[in-house]
């Protein structure tokens, strides 16, 4: 049997010739592996890879002092995240209640407690759940996918007549907000405050991060006031009239849910799913064939480059034995230690009886979670990721990379894999005609006010891709409007 100790001091050492537990050039002096810095970015499933070598559970660093339980095996990760022994309450994180995390800590933000669904238990979880869940339900597909192409056209017009853009700062980080603001129904005038705080929020930067996520909860507080004055066909009005009663502070909390799990996640599976269609001549080829849609392409990403690779923060209610089916190993967790579930490596466990040739159809991956907590917003963010990519396809045919994929950065820490910058380059366009609504983008939202992890990478001179596929992109735009039931 593994043990996991609850100590985050020194402690006693692991035992020697552990390949799980082999420093790495960025490990801790304990020799924990890291899930965070340049190596783990680079190649995280090599770490991934080590960890399997010592059974399904493992003893990590998140950020330094500050450790945690990852779990890499796929059954092993359905069993924590359907198993009422665990709990999302982030109170019962004993090394942050007891100080031995600082309050200020780097994934605190993700980590700490809020009065929200996502840590809740129980009926407090089923009440609030049940609020998100029937708001979203209301949501018309047809009205989404308006929304997208709204905010798509009118952020493509903006670099499609430069012949080069940053898909990441330009596109694929500001879509998601824009999207969501419409869909709080933002009065005129607020979707680009909205959609800068989301962008605030999220940066790499504590300070920054900080500043930004205060920004938004005034900003939500002040919506939902406008909202109690003039309601109207929106989630914020389905989640204030809903029968669960919510108050203002749960409002606030279940939108900056919505938000957090639709932004940069969204923004990761875009950017993701984008450069995998413009690097992989496999999939390039078949689409222009029409074997497959940008929805596979989608599909395969969530197996591969899981957009929350390291997430779903659960608590055992009491120490717990974890044990490999396989092997019949156990691993002992304790009680009130984080425990995460590594969508990434689970997708990815070679034990896991999945054809690769087969991943684009198959939607069985953990990428949205899976049991209670599961993700509620599956279809809305399928709808968002697949029509922004087919607005790119479509206004730019002949889009393709302006460096090597093997260029191309990923966001450092433990929770996203996400790339930094997708540099483009394709032939200057014209500017469509789409006119601007109340709820459009506004000009006051410009990707050079955004922070400046979040800022658009200056693009050097074109040059071929050594990575684009050979396969011509014009037939794309004909796809795209051919698909089936569209």
């Given amino acids: 049997m593994t043990s996991l100790p609850t100590d985050t ?38 770490t991934y890879d080590r960890l399997r070598a010592d059974g399904v559970a493992h003893r990590v660093e998140l950020a330094p002092g500050v450790e945690a339980v990852l779990v890499t095996g796929y059954d092993a990760a359905l069993e924590v995240l359907r198993s009422p022994y665990f709990s999302k309450d982030a109170r019962r994180w004993t090394a942050l209640a ?15 407690w809020r009065p929200s669904l996502w840590f809740a238990d129980g009926e407090r979880h089923l009440r609030l759940r049940a609020s998100v869940d029937d708001a979203l339900g209301r949501v018309n597909p047809h009205q989404l996918r308006t929304y997208v192409q709204r905010s798509a056209a009118q952020l493509i017009d903006r670099f499609a007549g430069d012949g080069e853009a940053d898909l990441v700062a330009q596109y694929a ?14 009065p005129d005038g607020l979707t680009a405050r909205m959609a800068s705080a989301c962008s605030r929020m999220m940066d790499a930067e504590p300070a920054v991060a900080h500043a930004g996520g205060g920004e938004l909860a005034m900003f939500l507080g002040e919506l939902i006031g406008v909202k109690r004055q003039k309601p109207g ?30 932004t940069v996640p ?3 599976w875009i950017s993701t799913g984008t450069m995998m269609l413009l690097a992989d001549e ?10 497959l849609t940008v929805a596979d392409a989608l599909n395969e990403v969530l197996w591969l480059h899981s957009p929350l690779s390291n997430f779903s923060f659960v608590y055992a209610v009491h120490d717990h034995t974890l044990r490999d089916q396989r092997t019949g190993a156990e691993t002992h967790i304790p009680a009130g230690v984080p425990v995460l579930i590594s969508h990434a490596a689970a997708n990815t466990d070679p034990t896991l009886d999945v054809d690769s ?55 450092p820490g433990p929770f996203h894999r996400a790339l930094t910058a997708l540099p483009v380059t394709f032939a200057p366009a014209r500017t469509s005609s789409t006119e601007p609504s109340d709820a459009s983008v506004g000009e006051s939202w410009n990707p050079a ?4 992890s979040t800022r658009p990478a200056p693009i050097s001179t074109p040059r071929p891709p050594g990575s684009a596929p050979k396969a011509p992109r014009r037939w794309w735009s004909f796809l795209v409007r051919s698909r089936p039931g569209r």
């Fill in 9 to 46: 001091g020194t402690g006693s050492a692991p035992p020697p010739g552990c390949p799980a537990h082999q420093p790495t050039r960025e490990a801790t002096a304990s020799g924990l592996p890291v899930l965070y810095g340049a190596e783990f970015a680079a190649d995280p499933h090599a």
């Fill in 98 to 112: 007891e100080g031995k995390v600082p309050a200020d800590n780097q994934v605190v933000p993700m980590m700490g």
């Fill in 173 to 186: 980080d500001p879509i998601p907000a824009l999207v969501f603001a419409q869909l709080f129904g933002c």
């Fill in 233 to 262: 066909a929106d989630l914020t009005t389905w989640l204030l009239n809903h029968p669960s009663a919510l108050t203002d502070e749960e409002m606030i909390h279940q939108l900056v849910v919505l938000i957090g799990a639709g």
């Fill in 266 to 268: 969204q923004t990761a």
């Fill in 282 to 291: 496999r999939f390039a080829s078949d689409l222009t064939g029409g074997s």
């Fill in 357 to 411: 040739g087969q991943r684009a159809a198959n939607t069985s991956h953990l990428a949205f979670g899976a049991g209670p907590h599961a993700c509620p917003a599956r279809d809305t963010a399928g709808v968002i990721a697949e029509v922004a990519i087919e607005m790119l396809l479509d206004r730019l045919p002949d889009m393709a990379l302006a460096v090597n994929a093997t260029e191309l950065a990923w966001r």
């Fill in 449 to 452: 006010d955004a922070p400046s």
